[in-house]
């Protein structure tokens, strides 16, 4: 795995600036997986297991923009399973997805 930031436009934006609501980013982790060990399906189930994609801009006690969830697919199939996996949570749900789903 490797965390930091996503969704903004600067390259290594601090701490600082991102809490600052400034950049436009969240905090993100990345996880890296070996598809013959773990299937990205199972990837999703875990962080709908985790969250609550229907809150807005936070989780937890954490408030803010940088706070948002949301899953960065980084391949069209990747994009394709997690298209689906968010319209069959949806259902699920009272309120709207508010759970990103971008590149």
């Not at 980013?25 to 199972?42: G, K, L, Q, S």
């Not at 697919?73 to 259902?91: M, N, S």
């Amino acid at each position: 795995t490797a965390v930091g930031y996503a969704q903004g436009p600067e390259t290594n934006p601090t701490y600082n600036q991102v809490c600052a609501g400034s950049t436009g980013h969240t905090e993100a982790v990345m996880v890296y997986y070996n598809p013959d060990e773990c299937r990205y399906e199972d990837l999703l189930d875990t962080f709908f297991e985790r969250v609550d994609p229907t809150t807005v801009n936070g989780q937890g006690g954490d408030r803010g923009k940088q706070y948002r969830t949301g899953v960065y697919f980084h391949t069209p199939e990747q994009e394709q399973v997690a298209q689906a996996r968010f319209a069959a949570e949806q259902p699920k749900y009272n309120r709207p997805m508010a759970s990103e789903l971008k590149a």
